[in-house]
């Protein structure tokens, strides 16, 4: 996972915080008592989120993020799940379709 200018690995996780200005990685058990900040990751495909996490296009704010499995269920009424092939889709929506391009790539989300 990328950390301002750091790639948090062996389980590490990012400590984010508006003021002042830090992003360093910690291990997971520190995250709240440093106070650190949830960020919404960006993503295009859920092999770009932690895991756990699946990329998750919210359709009130038209976000594409990061979000735990559990908030993004993709009933298409307010979220819709991207993927990267039909192995990223849910059997309730089994489909992986194309709904737009972004920087030269093909955005798809999981559909019937």
Known sequence: ???GTAVCEDGKVCCYKKAPPLALCIAPTSF?????EKMDL???TPDECPEGMTCCLGLKD?????????LCTGDGVDTLRACGSELD???TAPTCSVVGQAN???FKVCGP
């Open 42 to 44: 960006p993503c295009f």
């Open 1 to 3: 996972m990328l950390c």
């Open 62 to 70: 038209l976000t594409v993020t990061c979000r735990p499995q559990i």
């Open 32 to 36: 709240e008592e440093l106070k650190c």
């Open 104 to 106: 030269g790539k093909d």
């Open 89 to 91: 889709c849910p059997f």
